[in-house]
């Protein structure tokens, strides 16, 4: 497997994949879907990363989309890459870990996918938000028809599906498809600064709300009140808990474990 498309390195309790493809934009290839799947099952085992951060590499694009050279040469065999890379992004979203992605250009079709996979979005000015599959005869697959209009609503969604437009970060950001909007020199800094501050935070509690966020969004309130309840039973009794309200009464920093 080529790892030189998909970057990984950890500093601390903060890791970072960087798609690394420059010279295509950064689309994304099998092998860069495969190696992003090898990576989320290597960080399901690793307690001492709580952050994920996703980024493109260069100053012009996070991820231009999925190989449209790639999506050509699959000919009937489209709808099983499609598949695949659906579940791969559902794996990134339903990661253990909080994942931010740092859009730091264009974030289109499938690259929009991704950043919609990550638990929070910032974006450089210069990023670029859009569904251009419509364009190619083709539709969103790796989750966006469900995960777009979730998030923005469905009038937005389909506003910017149908036309295959781009989107301005600003935009982006009133729409609520993005968290955060900085200048582009800022954006690592940015993120890092969140990152650091997240990965100071309960591990176990995080897992446990990231987990009541999600799975509660499928179901109705009734059962997602439900949801939270059983996340909290969880977490009151875990051991982080114990060491961060002593630590609070006692004034010191906690020692969390993830437990
Ligand atoms: C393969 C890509 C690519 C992509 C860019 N490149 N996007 N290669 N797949 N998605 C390549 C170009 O072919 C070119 O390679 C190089 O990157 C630079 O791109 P340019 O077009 O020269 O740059 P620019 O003029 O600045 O235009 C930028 C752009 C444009 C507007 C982002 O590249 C573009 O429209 N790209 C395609 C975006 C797209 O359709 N994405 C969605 C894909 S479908 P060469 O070798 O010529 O220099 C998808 C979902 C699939 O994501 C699921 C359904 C099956």
Redesign the pocket.
């Known amino acids: 497997m080529n790892r030189e498309e998909t970057l990984f390195n950890k500093e601390g309790p903060i890791a970072y994949i960087i798609i690394n493809r420059e010279?295509?934009?950064n689309?994304l290839n099998s092998n860069m879907m495969m190696r992003l799947e090898q990576i989320f099952s290597e960080l399901e085992q690793d307690d001492q990363v709580i952050v994920v951060v996703i980024t493109g590499a260069g100053n012009?694009?996070f991820i231009?989309?999925?190989?449209?050279?790639e999506?050509k040469e699959a000919g009937n065999k489209?709808s099983e890459?499609?598949a695949k890379?659906q579940a791969i992004l559902s794996k990134i979203r339903e990661s253990s870990k909080v994942v931010i992605a740092a859009v730091n250009g264009?974030a289109?079709?499938?690259?929009c996918e991704l950043a919609m996979a990550c638990d929070i979005r910032i974006a450089s000015e210069n990023a670029r938000f859009g569904f251009?599959?419509v364009?190619?005869g083709?539709?969103?697959?790796?989750g966006g028809t469900q995960l777009l209009p979730r998030l923005i609503g469905t009038g937005r969604a389909k506003y910017v599906m149908f036309s295959g437009e781009m989107i301005t970060a600003h935009e982006a950001y009133q729409f609520g498809l993005v968290e955060k909007v900085c200048g582009s020199e800022s954006l690592m800094e940015e993120v890092n600064t969140l990152a650091g501050k997240i990965s100071t935070n309960g591990p176990f509690a995080l897992k446990a709300c990231k987990g009541a966020i999600n799975r509660g969004m499928d179901v109705s309130l009734d059962k997602a009140l439900r949801v939270e309840l059983e996340e909290y039973d969880k977490v009151a009794r875990s051991k982080d808990a114990e060491e961060g309200i002593a630590a609070f009464l006692e004034k010191r920093t906690p020692a969390f474990r993830g437990r």
């Open positions: 010279k295509a934009l689309a012009k694009a231009a989309g999925a190989d449209v050279k999506i489209r890459l499609i890379g264009y289109l079709g499938g690259g251009p599959e364009k190619l083709l539709m969103a697959g790796y």
